[in-house]
């Protein structure tokens, strides 16, 4: 029987840097005071998330977004608050030369400006310690006609290829797809499928990046994550939380439900903990909500629907599926859901020396009071304007 606290002590949850920034949709991006005016304030605010939940010690960077002079130096700034470098992530979708695509344009010099990005995100990650660079492409087309499917995928392989051979020996790549949006009639990396056979082709260190948010309405998310799981090629999660498309929303506010049966895939396969490899990190933005408490409530629900998933009765499950007892099995999942897991979390936060309740203990801190007052022009995210 697995030790549910020991396991929920080790988990890992990674916070995304452009989620403490300002951001918004294309029709407006309500800007909210305090917010961070440069990386390292973001990354200062991801250290107040750990300190407070004690599960969140990486922070994800995004390029440009997050770009610096010295980056050696914004990891060492980033370890004096007490956290790591997580996830690099790569951004080929904000320049006008990516009007008709990045590493799959038709024009071989955007391509290579499109490429140097990647490579540069590489040596980011040398200089910060970073083992995942994310890679999510924007590309695709808007009309039938417009170019060719398949030369596009052929563009995106000769890319993909040029900066897997370029990773070192303890990076990996993290391929992310995303069903429609920006492009509306085919989009390159459009399902876990694609992304898989592409990291098949690459190698080892190539993996899948499923973004919850990124599927069709009524997608089997738990499928993919069973999937990729037995084939080894799931490298990592962006979660959130989505109603209609790629809203961005809190993980676990929209279907918690689904969130439990994603994490129950992840404990039935061994995968919660770091050495499995599976990055847990949240993509989300907090247009209309306060920010880092936001992004407390977000891990606090990881961790809700991971404790249920765990206090699953493995072996009562496994007698229930064996004797083909269809209800009993059921059953056995929705106990673990229904069980209200706070007191147990209240309790293990206790265990770990936080207070039990983060949001509370965040709002007694006075960190708000304090960077309301000494941050004046906080940055947007990077995009939404
Ligand atoms: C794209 O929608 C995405 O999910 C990718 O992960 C990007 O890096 C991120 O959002 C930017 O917000
Ligand atoms: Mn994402
Ligand atoms: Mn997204």
């Avoid at 509306?184 to 919850?212: Q, R």
């Avoid at 629907?305 to 099995?329: E, S």
Wanted: charged share 25%; with cysteine; net charge negative.
């Amino acid at each position: 029987m697995t030790d549910v606290r020991a396991a929920l002590r080790q988990q890992r949850i990674e916070t995304p840097s452009w989620a403490y920034a300002n951001s918004g949709t294309r029709f407006k991006v309500f800007a909210q005071a305090g917010v961070p005016r440069n990386p390292e304030e973001k990354i200062a605010d991801a250290a107040v998330v750990h300190r407070l939940t004690g599960v969140a010690p990486t922070v994800a960077l995004h390029i440009p977004w997050d770009r610096v002079e010295d980056y050696g130096a914004l990891a060492k700034y980033a370890a004096d608050q007490g956290v790591g470098i997580g996830a690099i992530n790569s951004n080929v979708f904000q320049d006008d030369d990516y009007k008709l695509g990045s590493v799959t344009n038709p024009d071989p010099g955007v391509r290579r400006k499109a490429t140097d990005h990647l490579l540069e995100c590489v040596d980011i990650m040398d200089a910060t310690g970073s083992r995942d660079l994310k890679l999510w492409f924007s590309d695709g087309t808007n009309y039938p006609g417009q170019d060719s499917i398949r030369a596009r995928q052929d563009r995106l392989a000769e890319a993909l290829r040029e900066v897997y051979d370029r990773l070192g020996d303890d990076q990996r790549m993290l391929l992310e797809y995303k069903l429609f949006e920006p492009a509306f009639y085919t989009t390159d990396v459009p399902d876990w499928g694609t992304s898989y056979a592409h990291c098949i082709e690459l190698g080892p260190k190539a993996t899948v990046c499923i973004d919850t948010g990124h599927h069709a309405p009524g997608t089997n998310i738990e499928f993919i994550v069973a999937f990729l799981l037995r084939a080894g090629k799931l490298g990592a999660f962006d979660f959130n939380s989505r109603f209609y498309a790629d809203d961005d929303l809190m993980v676990g506010a929209a279907d918690p439900f689904q969130l439990f049966r994603i994490m129950h895939e992840i404990v039935a396969a061994d995968a919660l903990s770091a050495e499995a490899g599976i990055a847990f990190m949240l993509d989300q933005c907090h247009n209309i909500e306060a920010k880092i408490p936001a992004i407390i409530r977000s891990v606090m629900n990881v961790q809700e629907a991971t404790a249920k998933a765990l206090l699953i009765d493995a072996d009562a499950l496994a007698a229930a599926q064996r004797a083909g007892d269809v209800l009993a099995a059921n059953a056995v999942l929705m106990d673990a859901y229904n069980t209200d897991v706070r007191p147990l979390l209240r309790e293990l936060r206790e265990e770990m020396g936080l207070d039990p309740d983060p949001i509370a203990a965040y709002h007694r801190s006075g960190y708000q009071e304090r960077i309301v007052a000494e941050r004046v022009g906080g940055e947007q995210a990077g995009w939404g304007a």
